[in-house]
């Protein structure tokens, strides 16, 4: 009987599926593409409105909290207070749930919008509106917002109810204590191991692509494959070296370095742009999206083709990271109340991706339609173009470089820290072996990826894998509610108990002086 209890079923069966999907990548990469892209084209048809109305949904639940009577309940006991500063905690929340993409897409999107309007006339003043407002919705609140719903789940559960730090254990309310230890419960750990893994390869995938095209086009190195995994070789030794070395020490450490390097980046293209132009960008794009949050949030394209290589995508993506980047802010917000928490993992970071796409949108869009075409088309090196245009250009595409490299190990550490804790029952300090395994198999698979086609193939991986994780962190709502109403209702009934016995003690005191 004990035997049967020490096997850790969520980390045998998640290491045979990942692997079996490297394998196939690597051995079989038409087949691995075309069956994700089969996989891909069922969803968007078919189910591409559960991204949709799944994330609008996560965004309202986590404004709700904010405003809520349960605001002010703390995650973890009411005495314990934040373990990190604010300043080292915006900057590990920034680190882990963005990150590459920031980098990536920071002028390619604004400037795929700029020439690819929806109703405008691509390179018009409102093209640039569109093109802004498009990149605040996708890179705004929602992703924030979905992952505080998640973090702060995993925190109230973790630290307040003491429960082990997965995600099984959200739906104690709902399942409870053997549901969550049987087969469902097991079953929503290896979904959400899975689920991440994918989500996270997605990422390095684009950021070998990237790193490999600005060492292409600033130092004429040729990207080739062979490239590209050296690239990865070395970050992913130094990913898994700072992820042994422990939360406080490698990833607080790197999250720290990652904040300098994007600021310095961040004002050195803010020097050498159009300010004028970022400012009306700014401002129209900020105005648009805030005008038509809802209507937007609800897009859905007839067509179905531009919603699937953006929205969707996006939606796909942020969910996919939802259980990694959910746990690893849970593991750091201990300490703080649910307001606090929601505002500062949703608002902040929300608003510094918008000045982010501001500023290195504009610097695209400003050199006009042509150029954006040209540059767009191929995505890795459009940040490189751009710069190219620009004085002190070089400088700011080998600190670009230098930060895809750093926010390349700080998301890859952070993952392989908490698939770690997924699969050690939410041990909140994984062993190193296990640590070293599963960054070993983000390496591989984003290998796998690669060979098996590209971006658009990590795109298509990223929305597959994150579909039924979707409903999964939707359903979650259901179970944070409940938790939430028994503990104000167990208060208040403590308080009613307590004042009770105070008025009893009062009234026969009273009794005892008038006898």
């Known amino acids: 009987m004990n035997k049967t209890h020490k096997i850790n079923f969520v980390f045998i069966i998640s290491i045979i599926l990942t692997s079996l999907v490297v394998v196939t990548g690597v051995a079989f990469p038409n087949i691995f593409d075309s069956v994700s892209h089969k996989m891909f084209n069922i969803i968007i048809s078919n189910f591409s409105w559960v991204y949709i109305v799944g994330m609008l949904i996560l965004v309202v639940f986590a404004l709700f909290l904010v405003f809520s009577k349960y605001g002010n309940i703390r995650l973890g006991k009411d005495t314990d207070r934040p373990e990190f500063s604010n300043l080292s905690w915006f900057s590990m929340l920034f680190g882990a749930g963005m ?248 608002i902040v970071p929300a608003i510094v991706c918008i000045i982010w796409f501001v500023v290195f949108g504009t610097l695209g869009m400003d050199l006009g339609v042509e150029f954006a075409t040209t540059a767009t088309s191929v995505t890795e090196t459009a940040l490189f173009k751009v710069f190219s245009n620009y004085q002190f250009g070089k400088i700011l595409s080998v600190i670009a470089m230098i930060l895809l490299c750093t926010f390349f190990i700080s998301s890859a550490d952070s993952a392989t820290y908490v698939l770690g804790m997924f699969t050690s029952n939410g041990d909140l300090n994984p062993s190193n072996p296990k640590k070293i395994l599963w960054g070993v198999i983000q390496a591989c698979l984003a290998i796998a990826l690669l060979m098996s086609g590209g971006l658009g193939t990590l795109q298509t991986v990223s929305i597959v894998s994150a579909f039924p994780f979707t409903i999964i962190v939707i359903v979650s709502i259901i179970s944070i509610i409940k938790a939430l109403r028994e503990e104000v209702k167990t208060s208040q009934e403590q308080c009613e108990k307590f004042y009770t016995k105070k008025d009893s003690k009062v009234i026969n005191k009273a009794n005892i002086n008038l006898d």
């Open 99 to 346: 990150g590459i993409g920031l980098v990536f897409f920071g002028s390619v999107e604004p400037m795929k919008h700029f020439i690819n309007p929806i109703g405008v006339q691509p390179g018009s003043s409102e093209a640039a509106t569109f093109a802004m407002q498009q990149s605040f919705i996708h890179w705004g609140i929602h992703p924030w917002a979905a992952y505080s719903v998640m973090g702060l789940a995993l925190a109230y559960f973790q630290f307040r109810k003491d429960a082990p730090g997965l995600i099984s254990s959200v739906f104690l309310p709902i399942l409870g204590e053997d549901g969550v230890k049987g087969p469902i419960g097991k079953s929503i750990d290896i979904l959400a191991v899975f689920t991440t893994v994918t989500g996270v390869a997605t990422s390095l995938g684009m950021g070998t692509m990237q790193i490999a095209g600005g060492l292409e086009y600033v130092f004429n190195i040729k990207n080739t494959f062979t490239v590209q995994l050296i690239i990865i070789a070395i970050t992913s030794v130094l990913y898994m070296y700072s992820a042994t070395s422990g939360l406080d020490k490698g990833i607080k450490n790197l999250s720290n370095a990652n904040l300098i390097l994007a600021t310095a980046l961040l004002l050195g293209a803010i020097l050498i742009g159009p300010k004028v132009s970022m400012m009306k960008n700014f401002f129209a794009g900020g105005s648009a999206y805030l005008n038509e949050f809802i209507s937007q949030s609800l897009y859905m394209d007839p067509t179905k083709e531009w919603i699937s290589q953006w929205r969707v995508f996006y939606w796909a993506l942020w969910i996919a990271w939802i259980p990694f980047v959910g746990i690893f802010i849970a593991r750091i917000s201990k300490g703080r109340t649910i307001r606090e928490f929601i505002i500062g993992v949703t």
